[in-house]
């Protein structure tokens, strides 16, 4: 649509000199000045319209691949084209803020477990490195509608910024001078930068006040139809209720679990020894159970009076699922980056199914709350 319009406004700039010209030599003749009022109105649209969209060269018929950020943004970081984001254009004084040095930016893969580390990851080596931080927007929309307080920029920024990719390096080990760019893999995770700020990592996925408000209402449903002990009236300690959140994770992860990991899924004993040791720290507990299977959560874990299973036949939504592990106070969850990120955002102890070589140990390793139980 816009391509078709362009030929026209560069045709229509130069019938507008011609015009001007002929005006000029008709002035002393009754030339209706209200023509020529109408010819500069036109002139003056159209260079207006040529100012305004200054990109698109006249010539389009060159197909070069690379040469911006947005042409790299949908041929390598985003899965699918992110023809559904909107893509705005940029002016041409937005333009003149283009990276000065290199930039850290990352593909996206997975679901949210993995678009959350994805963005974490970018966020924690633009810190490290002190180059500038741009996340695709394909993962961008996606957080944004879930947290609130995002710092990191999307390609919105620099979408046609030109773009020199001999200077992209896919590692920051692979990185030198600051000149350069790093472009991450997907499902990049670099734990040890991002829980280097944890505090600052929580309060980047702060949730939007809708899920605050639904988690807290899940809260107060768990602790209103389970059976809780009353508070002692003797007891010298807290008496609060505790809320432990539990993320059981099955589905098409206990395939994955055999295949990557020759490992068999968590048994409802290790939930159980799990929720066995926070009862022995406190004195009034609530487990709040969110899962992908909340059936099995329903069969094997609610023997308990203090155990709540949110939604107990049909998931959450993830975004749901997540406010609520995260507004717990402490966390118990088998594997995966969901639970890994339900337990950093909750900040509580954390008790996590040991499989050594799975990234929930490379997390646990690096914060002293969290401890492995086979
Ligand atoms: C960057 O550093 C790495 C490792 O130190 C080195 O192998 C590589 O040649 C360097 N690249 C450039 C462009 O100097
Ligand atoms: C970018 O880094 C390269 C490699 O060190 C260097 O040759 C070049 O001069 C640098 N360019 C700028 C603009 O700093
Ligand atoms: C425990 O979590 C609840 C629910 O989010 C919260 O109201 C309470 O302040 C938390 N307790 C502590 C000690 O952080
Ligand atoms: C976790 O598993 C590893 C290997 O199977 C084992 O060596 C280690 O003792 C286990 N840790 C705990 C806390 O059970």
Redesign the pocket.
Known sequence: MIFSGIPKVYTMRRQCLLLLLHSTTLRRSRFSSIALTTILALCVISFVHVFLFPLYDVDQSKKSPTKNFYDFEQSQLCLNSVNNVKHRRTSSWKRLRCPRYGIVTIMQGGRLGNQMWEYASVWALARRTGLEPYVPRCIHVKLEQIFEQLSVPNYEEIGDCPIDLARFVRSVDAWNYTNQSIVLPRYSTHPDVVLTWVQDIIQEFTFKRRFQVKSQNVLRLAAATSYTKKPKASSSGTTDLVYVGIHVRRTDYIGYLWRKHAARPASPAFFHTAMDIFEGRYERVLFVVVSDDPAWCHDNLNMRPNVFVSSRTIPNAPALDLAILASCNHSIFDYGTFGIWGAILAGGDTIYF???KHSSARVGRLLSNW????
Do not use: A, K
């Open positions: 040991n499989l050594t401890t492995p139980l086979n």
